[in-house]
């Protein structure tokens, strides 16, 4: 019996380079929990660049 797998292939990127290098950065879900109740709201419906504005406000920023 053979098992294959499929590849992921990218159909669609839903942010542009600069905002995945931001979202990769901070990384919301590296966080600690009272910091993301916080601020789920922004991490749910904000832009990568108020996501990281939260990040940097909090000294949570990782370098890549």
């Known amino acids: ?3 294959t797998t499929a590849l ?3 159909i669609r990127q839903r942010f542009d380079d600069v905002d995945v290098e931001r979202l990769r950065r901070v990384a ?3 966080r ?3 910091l993301v109740i916080e601020h ?3 991490l749910m419906a904000g832009t ?3 996501i990281e504005h939260i ?3 909090h000294g949570q920023e990782k370098s890549l």
Do not use: H, I, K, L
Request: aromatic letters at 10%; zero cysteines.
């Open 1 to 3: 019996m053979t098992t």
């Open 8 to 10: 992921a292939r990218v």
């Open 28 to 30: 919301w879900w590296d």
């Open 32 to 34: 600690p929990a009272d």
């Open 40 to 42: 789920a709201r922004t």
């Open 48 to 50: 990568p660049a108020d």
């Open 55 to 57: 990040a940097a406000d």
